[in-house]
């Protein structure tokens, strides 16, 4: 069966859109839809691949439909298995390492939680890197690359930081 499924790597805010047969080898994936980030790489085992707002990464023997990737998924692929971030609000500093894989959105609910935000409060304020907007379907792991795997953000309103 033919899915599509989304494809996020390091250092990209542009994501890929793949059509793959459900029976097609997770580590095959990367070869073909992520070459880039095998490519001059010693070895295929460097590149770790995961599934949206997951911690572990997948196992590469395994077919698309054992990984339980499903259509329209969202998926990381690359060398990070871990993101340092660090996320300032008013002045104050929120530090953590998430799996490259976590959405903009769970980063954000963090960030809100730690923060004590209510959700009235909390209906203005975004992720933002480098004065940009982060889509909520952002993948952490793209922001940044191998080997830093870190990356800073602002949690803002459109007019703190365009005002």
């Not at 976590?102 to 909390?122: E, G, H, P, Q, W």
């Not at 480098?130 to 940044?144: M, Q, V, Y």
Request: glycine share 4%; proline share 2%; aromatic share 6%.
């Amino acid at each position: 069966m033919k899915l599509k499924v989304f494809v996020h790597v390091n250092n990209s805010q542009k994501y890929k859109t793949a059509e793959v047969n459900d029976d097609l080898k997770v580590g095959q994936l990367v070869k073909e839809v992520a070459h880039t980030q095998t490519e001059n790489k010693d070895f295929l085992e460097d590149v770790e691949i995961y599934l949206e707002d997951q911690d572990d990464d997948l196992d590469k023997g395994i077919s698309i439909k054992e990984a339980n990737i499903k259509h329209g998924d969202h998926i990381f692929v690359g060398r990070c298995k871990k993101v340092s971030v660090t996320i300032n609000y008013a002045g104050r500093i929120f530090s953590t390492s998430v799996s490259p894989a976590t959405s903009i959105k769970k980063l954000r609910k963090l960030a809100l939680k730690y923060f004590v935000i209510d959700d009235v409060s909390a209906a203005d304020l975004l992720l933002w890197l480098n004065k940009e907007p982060l889509d909520n379907r952002e993948l952490i792991g793209s922001l940044t690359d191998y080997p830093s795997c870190g990356v800073s953000l602002v949690l803002a309103t459109k007019n703190d930081i365009n005002g």
